[in-house]
């Protein structure tokens, strides 16, 4: 049973930086090395979007909102995958999830919060 936990999130200011953490347990470094990951966010209110994706050999995909400011990444040996978000803006505030796509599991989410 593959879990994920996230961890990075928190209270920062329009332009600052913040990076996300998803560390995967249950699993092999090799099976997850061949697992794509992604982050979803979820504002108050609005459904849950895709942010960011990177399959196992590394191509990645952006939501056109964060594309320049975000960078997604992986580390197959630590089971990890991060999200480093700069130049934040207020509306990017919402909880942020992890998710592994072939095993379609979810991260119980870290709150994102940039204040104007």
């Known amino acids: 049973q593959v879990q994920l936990v996230e961890s990075g999130g928190g209270l920062v200011q329009a332009g600052g930086s913040l990076r996300l953490s998803c560390t995967g347990s249950g699993t092999s470094g090799i099976i997850f090395s061949f697992t794509s990951m992604s982050w979803y966010r979820q504002a108050p209110g609005k459904q849950r979007d895709l942010v960011a994706s990177?399959?196992?050999?590394?191509?990645?995909n952006y939501a056109d909102s964060v594309k320049g400011r975000f960078t997604i990444s992986r580390d197959n040996a630590k089971r990890t995958v991060s999200l480093q978000m700069n130049s934040l803006r207020p509306e990017d505030t919402a909880v942020y999830y992890c998710?592994?796509?072939?095993?379609?599991?979810w991260g119980q989410g870290t709150q994102v919060t940039v204040s104007s």
């Open positions: 998710y592994a796509v072939q095993t379609k599991t």
């Open positions: 990177i399959t196992g050999d590394g191509s990645t």
